[in-house]
């Protein structure tokens, strides 16, 4: 992985600590999907809308 500004850490953390808030189904105390794919979607996300051109 690459290097990355701390701010888009932070706010994929948010992200990834709300969604998890709203699992659709629990395995005991833990959601039904893994945290880490949530924040590489969410990075992924942004590294997308930096290399599309951008719309008028």
Sequence with gaps: ?????IEELV???KVRAE??????SWNHD???FYGWVIM????AGI???RNVPKRR
């Design 11 to 13: 706010a994929g953390e």
């Design 47 to 49: 590294d997308y809308a």
């Design 19 to 24: 969604l998890i808030k709203r699992a659709d």
């Design 30 to 32: 833990a959601p039904m």
């Design 1 to 5: 992985m690459s290097e990355r500004p």
């Design 40 to 43: 590489e979607a969410f990075l």
